[in-house]
């Protein structure tokens, strides 16, 4: 795992190097490095950022790395960046592909349960409710539209209102 570790930040850092990406120079942690704890946490801890944190200090890789709330600022900073770093390693996956098969999944990301739709504060629209067939069930959120590849590697999304 500590070998796949240092392939993923390699290839965030190179990503970020062909956007022409400049960090200010007094941060310790890179954002290719954030990007890789976010992606190592989504691979093997079930999405746990604290036990990925944890892996990669005691394993000494990223000895720096930030506390769980320094990181969960800095996560949330970089919101855009993170996306578009997605966007760029999709398309390389796709370039790489080489059997250029891929299946299309969508569900729905709720932002709130139906019995809490009138005290959101995110969504105020009616655009925003929707149905899952697959699921029988109403939901008020978002749907999501994910491209992977035959192996389950994600390569786009997208996310759209119900109505519009």
Do not use: W
């Amino acid at each position: 795992m500590v070998a796949k570790t240092v392939a993923i930040y390699t290839f965030f850092d190179d990503i970020l190097k062909s956007m022409s990406y400049k960090e200010p120079k007094t941060r310790k942690v890179t954002d290719a490095e954030v990007a890789t704890v976010i992606l190592i946490a989504a691979m093997y801890f079930g999405g746990n950022i604290e036990t990925s944190i944890h892996f990669v200090r005691s394993t000494g890789l990223m000895p720096d790395m930030l506390s769980k709330s320094r990181f969960n600022r800095r996560m949330h900073c970089t919101g855009e960046l993170l996306a578009e770093l997605f966007f760029h390693t999709g398309e390389a996956v796709k370039s790489l592909n080489i059997s250029h098969t891929y299946a299309i999944d969508s569900f729905p990301a709720a932002v709130c349960h139906n019995i809490r739709i009138r005290r959101n504060r995110m969504l105020k629209d009616e655009a925003y409710r929707g149905y899952c067939a697959s699921k029988r069930c109403y939901f008020y959120g978002f749907k999501v539209h994910i491209v992977v590849t035959a192996d389950g590697i994600p390569v786009e999304y997208t996310f759209r209102r119900q109505r519009s």
